[in-house]
């Protein structure tokens, strides 16, 4: 058992985005496991008063999410470094804050003691900026889903005949949801007979307007806004395949909960979603509109094969993504700390 005290902090918790998730997946993970843990976010409003009372009162390491953000804290609150540093890099800090330019990540990498990544790419490129790889570790997100009521077609007014494409995503231009639009609008032409369920909160307010007047003229697609995590299995169990069409991720959170169902994935090709799965095995990798209404028709077309990419999805999700083996790597990585003194 590890007994000194875990301070995680989050840029955010009101909306479910990955660090929302991931931070209160590791909280109760580490608390089933006997691990005393706390989880503050930027985004309570009392949080510098609630910061300095759990600094008070004892904290053993602090474990920050997002070094963007993280570094901004810092600069407010410098007695953080009186503890033990963590960092997680989740993908965003690394692919759109300014990269290995941005002062904010500058100052983490400089004063971390340990850097956490979710998968070994990210690991070498923080490599080839100068970073210890001794003093980082790949941690692959877990993937844990509560049961949930089953949703049916009918209640969500999408036709039972279709292939339901699944776009688990916030509202940001990050997500190049209009990718995805472009590209089964193609086969929505065509005549195929598929539907496209897009769910997230609107993140960003003006892309998030741009999409929606688009797809109130699509009677192909439907918005159900943000669905609470703990009904998403529900929803998920809806689809027939999950979509990725992030122009960047850290790891591609909902689209693995879908994948863990039985769904096949078609990510795009970008860091982040890179070498998660076998191309032509539990889903497709793409790069331009053609190959995602390629991959798409191909997966519409062949139930049968698409039930196949389905199954093999779930087992790699059982195999690389387990959240024991991630609360296990989390608390090697404390103990590692704890022992440097």
Not at 255 to 284: F, H, K, Q
Not at 292 to 316: C, F, I, K, Y
Request: glycine letters at 10%.
């Amino acid at each position: 058992m590890f007994e000194q005290r875990i301070l995680l902090i989050t840029p955010f918790h009101k909306s479910q985005r990955g660090n929302s998730i991931t931070t209160e997946r590791i909280r109760e993970g580490l608390l089933s496991c006997g691990v005393p843990t706390e989880r503050l976010s930027l985004e309570e409003e009392n949080w510098p008063q609630r910061l300095e009372s759990l600094l008070e009162s004892g904290i053993g390491i602090v474990h920050g999410f997002n070094a963007h953000y993280f570094g901004g804290l810092l600069e407010k609150v410098p007695g953080l470094l009186a503890c033990p540093l963590v960092i997680t890099l989740t993908g965003t800090d690394i692919n759109a804050e300014g990269g290995k330019g941005s002062p904010s990540l500058a100052a983490v990498l400089g004063k971390a003691r340990h850097l956490v990544v979710f998968h070994e790419d990210f690991k070498a490129r923080l490599a080839a900026w100068g970073c210890r790889p001794s003093g980082i570790s790949v941690v692959p997100q877990g993937v844990v889903l509560s049961p949930a009521p089953a949703r049916s077609r009918k209640e969500l007014r999408i036709p039972g005949d279709t292939v339901v494409f699944l776009l688990p995503t916030g509202l940001r231009p990050v997500k190049n949801i209009e990718f995805t639009l472009d590209a089964l609008e193609d086969l929505a032409r065509e005549g195929e007979r598929i539907h496209l369920m897009i769910m997230g909160a609107v993140i960003d307010e003006a892309y998030g307007k741009s999409i929606l007047a688009r797809v109130a003229g699509l009677p192909w697609v439907t918005y159900l806004g943000e669905v609470p995590h703990a009904e998403m299995e529900g929803v998920l169990r809806v689809g027939d395949a999950v979509i990725n069409c992030s122009l960047s991720e850290g790891q591609p959170q909902a689209a693995l909960e879908a994948m863990s169902l039985g769904l096949p994935a078609v990510l795009t090709d970008v860091p982040g979603n890179s070498n998660i799965i076998s191309n032509g095995r539990e889903g497709y990798y793409v790069r331009d509109r053609r190959e995602l209404t390629s991959a798409a028709r191909v997966l519409v077309n062949d139930p049968a094969g698409r039930r196949q990419m389905g199954a093999a999805a779930a087992e790699l999700v059982r195999s690389r993504f387990s959240p024991a083996a991630e609360i296990d790597r989390h608390i090697e990585v404390y103990r590692m700390i704890a022992g440097r003194g």
